[in-house]
């Protein structure tokens, strides 16, 4: 007995039919005997008020209607002829268009699957359905709407419709509001597989197989790719027809010109790799009344032969979507692309295996190219190959995604955060060694530039050795520090405690202003009552606090400041720090820092060049940047909502906080930082004229360039020429600290020979080393006789 099963797609009481809404469900039909007549699938609509159901296979309708309104509409009729078997029969509707412009409006604002557009595949449906209670099909009402499938066989299978029972399957998919469909022409091609007349079910020696799919082909939409396997009969029943190894390419062909050449160039990109792929085929015969119309484009009145086949591949209701690598053509005159689709797969009946391959051209159409009715694509005009353009390439940074990469940015500097003080502060001096004689262990500079060197490489094994190389250095001006203190510190369970600090009687006024701060209205009293006790009995108080550093202190360390009156730098405070003391007794170490009271020490007294020393100081402040900049993440695609410099995902849900280690915005710049393992190549005395000539280089220069340093201006005391670039700005005030650790590596060990400095103007033209040189090359100038008159 033929059972016919009812399915309400949508139970909510505000569901509102819409056109392109696309209906996809199967029949299955069991039958104990022989059938064959002619055969129609029904699609009814049925409008009634709150109904509830419950439906599956084997499961009475359980229905509860007050008002119904219904009307039947055929899909489908064809030819069924059945041996004694179970067989299943796939069908697809999609919801025809109206002349109610109510129904068009809410159809705009819903959304779905862009397979199946809106407005085509059937025949137009009377508008009084579901006028129930006055309401009009596309107006919201208290009405749900259902679809009922049934298999109608004439008179004569209803007498012999005993053996014979079926089923429906109904599935639902909402329409999308996407561009409309476009005029497609097929490509077709068949293939002689082979005879199997053994086959009870095969009536016919030969059989066939037929792929079929569109070449024009519109940019984002899905692409179905159609199968038809008959005999000479043009029926084909088997219970073990199915395809395995799939595999769907799309090769892209592009030529170039450029300058009268041609350039090829061949891209395959798999669409679709399903080698453990199994797909079986419909077990009825197939012809082209079966699916008139699955694209739901309305072709029948355009006189082409009719589609054949049943889908073979859909992803998720859908079809093959060309990948998005894969674009519409760009008709550049000198740029030609073309499209092919290759299909691969396996056909197995019966236990045999048959190769199967198709190619055929495929064009790519943009959705620009469409013509305002939308009945037929127009095809793009076809490329002008001129040789005689050339092309012209733009680099740019495109921001991209990958699935997984390591983390952008290191932790070990966390905070980043503005430096407290703007003086770089050593946080370890090198350990101490009482065998060593007793030294002072950092000194202050002033960043002033860089410039470049030519030296030639001491370092045997290396390609470069004996070579000329060309390398940027740090130039530091470094005027002599004065002692002005002793700071004792004893050792504790917690780390050390300064035990007692002495003070020099005579101290500057730029040391003072460090103590004020506002040096102007002060009274300018500090260390008044101090300086005192130097003379106070004899000094009597500071020999005391001396001998108790010597007595109960570990640690000695020289307090020392910068005589920054002498540099360029418009500041009058000079800067002070602890310079650490190693080498020798606690003894030698307390008087030979009480024997550089308000004596200058300088630069060379401490370095010596090819030292290797580390340069502590705070960087270069760049203010509140974005977590692309400051961290060096990825940009995001170029369709990110609200921005593209940020960070997608700042956490999960739980812990509902954002963790420390997330890249966020905020402050870039202005850190403290330590650079280690700056090698000296030279350390210059500020009263040389020749302090930046070489022994190949024997011109007289100093190491300011032509027109001073940049932001900085002359360098007139000692400086330190060291490798590479250091920390902060021009004219930031650097701490030069001997090296933590023993180098015992080859670079550390090698020794420097300068052959050329630099000192061309880092601001304006030309590279003259001197003014004489350049007044040598360039004559007299203007400025140069209003100077001289």
Known sequence: MIECL????????????????????????????????????????????????????????????????????????????ADPGQYKWHF????PSHCDRQLEKDADNDEGSDLFPQGYGCDPLPPSLAESDGQKTGHRANVDYGLEARVQYPDWAATNSSGVTAETSLTYVPSHDGPEPYYRYWLEEQKFLGSNSSSSAVTASAVQARLTFPTVYVHGQWLLIYLSVVDDNRRLHHPALYLT?????????????????????RNETDALRAPNMRISVPKSHLTHRLIQDPWGLGMRGDGLPPQEGVPIYRHRAGGLRVPSQVCPDVHIPNIAISHKLRIKTTLSFDGKRFKFEKMGDLEILAPM?????????????????????AVQENEVKMSHRKYEAPRHGSLAYLPRKR??????????????????????TATMGYKAGMTTIVRDLDRPGAKMHKKEVVEAVSVIETPPLVAVGIVGYIETPRGLRSLTTVWAEHLSDELKRRFYKNWYKSKKKAFTRYSKKSTEAGGASVTREIERIKKYCTVVRVLAHTQIRKTPLKQKKAHLMEIQVNGGSVADKVDFAHGLFEKTF???????????????????GHGFNGVTSRWGTKKLPRKTHKGLRKVACIGAWHPNHVQWTVARAGQMGYHHRTSVNHKIYRIGKGDDEGNASTEFDVSKKTITPLGGFVRYGEVKNDFVIVKGSVPGTKKRVLTLRKTLYPQVSRKALEKIDLKWIDTSSKFGHGAYQTPAEKRAFLGTLKKDLVTTE
């Not at 009814?44 to 039947?72: D, E, I, M, W």
């Open 92 to 95: 697809e509707f999609v919801f």
């Open 245 to 265: 190894d799939l595999l769907v390419t799309i090769i892209t062909k592009t030529e170039i010109w450029v300058d009268g050449q041609r350039h090829q160039f």
């Open 602 to 620: 300088g630069v060379d007294s401490i370095f010596e060049q090819n030292e290797v020393i580390d340069v502590i100081g705070v960087t270069r």
């Open 419 to 440: 430096a407290a003080r703007h003086r770089g502060k050593v946080k370890s001096f090198p350990k101490d060694d009482p065998k060593k004689p007793v030294h002072l």
């Open 6 to 81: 009812q399915i309400v797609l949508n139970n909510k009481h505000d569901y509102r039919y819409v056109a392109g809404d696309r209906v996809a469900g199967h029949v299955l039909v069991d039958s104990n005997t022989c059938i064959e007549t002619d055969t129609r699938i029904v699609v009814s609509f049925t409008g009634h008020a709150r109904t509830q159901y419950q439906a599956h296979a084997g499961s009475k309708p359980q229905v509860n209607t007050t008002r119904l309104v219904h009307r039947s509409m055929t899909l489908y009729t064809f030819p069924f002829r």
């Open 369 to 389: 190219h469409r013509k305002e009715d939308n009945t037929r694509a127009v095809a793009p005009p076809s490329p002008d190959i001129t040789p005689s353009f």
